[in-house]
């Protein structure tokens, strides 16, 4: 009788062997002469050798499919005995090209409206980007998916994320904890992102290994960032000096991204936001690209995209009116002189 052991690394066991193992025990019941045995995260399988090399193929492949998809049913598993060929990915189109990566649950992340689709391409273009937009337009769910799928591609070797620790109008200093904890709820949006594309335990994996890196935006000085995709969110918050120094950390066969919401700053009154001006500085240089969403690529709740163009029109409105304000006045002091 021959042994073989398949080290089952960065996989959620729940989600692969399925509830008190029944996916495994499916293909155990498929090959009765043999003996599957899971221990921890490993399977050790017994049994003749080509019973063996049979059983091999159905974990790895099974294993491709959960990397790609983050779960495996029962249907995957008798799907493959029944056929005796490589799993049927039934929720796969293989025409649908706009992909980026399928989800935890299996669900496919891809671009929904034309803008973030350009993002995408742009991305693919050109190795410092800015994506511009309002609240709920998916400028960061869809770059932190563009940065997922670079990862398992391959095309780097860790994903840096960092976000201004800028309070929303609100302030959470008092709050305990160290410096973890003060800061984790700003970067609550990029948690929740990656867990909707990375399975709980290979994002624990890879944060532990820190392939997948999240911090402030303080802890970027003095540092210099290759093979990396990174991403900067929230740029908005960001001074005219931070944004240049996140800037300058760009190293060999690293892309970025830089994500904000121009409308809504939430620096202190006298302090200026360092990326309306820095979009104007980069323009026209090659190699970085823009992008600008708007209400029309807003994919949250309906009322979400009326919210935006109500407040549109009244900041649009209320520019005019001081702006006629303004122009009344010279025309008053004009007419005393």
Do not use: W
């Not at 779960?71 to 293989?94: C, F, M, R, W």
């Amino acid at each position: 009788m021959v042994e073989k052991i398949i080290q089952l690394d960065n996989v959620s066991l729940v989600d692969f062997l399925g509830v008190e193992n029944n996916n495994i025990k499916e293909v155990a019941a498929a090959f009765p002469r043999s003996k599957i045995v899971s221990r921890g995260n490993e399977l050790r399988i017994q049994g003749s050798t080509p019973e063996i090399i049979k059983i091999n193929e159905i974990i790895n492949s099974l294993l491709l499919h959960y990397h790609k998809f983050g779960k495996i049913t029962q249907d995957n598993v008798n799907t493959y005995l029944k056929d005796g060929i490589e799993i049927s990915y039934a929720d796969e189109d293989p025409n649908d090209l706009d992909v980026l990566v399928y989800g935890t649950k299996g669900t496919a992340i891809k671009p929904k409206t034309a803008n973030q689709m350009e993002l995408v391409k742009v991305a693919q273009e050109h190795d410092l980007v800015f994506a511009l937009g309002p609240a709920g337009t998916g400028k960061t769910y869809i770059s932190v998916a563009i940065a997922v799928k670079a990862l398992k591609n391959k095309e780097v070797r860790k994903i840096i994320i960092t976000r201004p620790a800028v309070e929303a109008g609100e302030n959470l200093g008092f709050l305990p904890g160290d410096m973890k904890e003060k800061v984790d709820p700003y970067l609550r949006p990029i948690y929740d992102a990656l867990d909707d594309m990375v399975p709980a335990e290979k994002l624990k994996y890879y944060l532990e290994n820190r392939i997948i890196e999240i911090a402030p935006l303080a802890y970027m000085r003095g540092r210099t960032l290759n093979n990396a995709f990174i991403l900067l969110d929230e740029a908005q918050n960001t001074t005219p000096m931070q944004i240049k120094m996140f800037l300058t950390r760009m190293g060999p066969n690293s892309k970025v991204i830089l994500t904000g919401d121009p409308t809504q700053v939430d620096l202190p009154r006298k302090q200026k936001s360092g990326l309306a001006e820095c979009v104007r500085i980069l323009q026209g240089i090659a190699g970085i690209g823009f992008v600008n969403l708007d209400a029309k690529d807003v994919v949250r709740h309906r009322l979400v995209r009326h919210i935006i163009e109500a407040y549109d029109k009244h900041e649009k409105e209320e520019i005019k009116a001081q702006n006629a304000h303004q122009s009344s006045e010279k025309f008053n002091k004009k007419e005393a002189e």
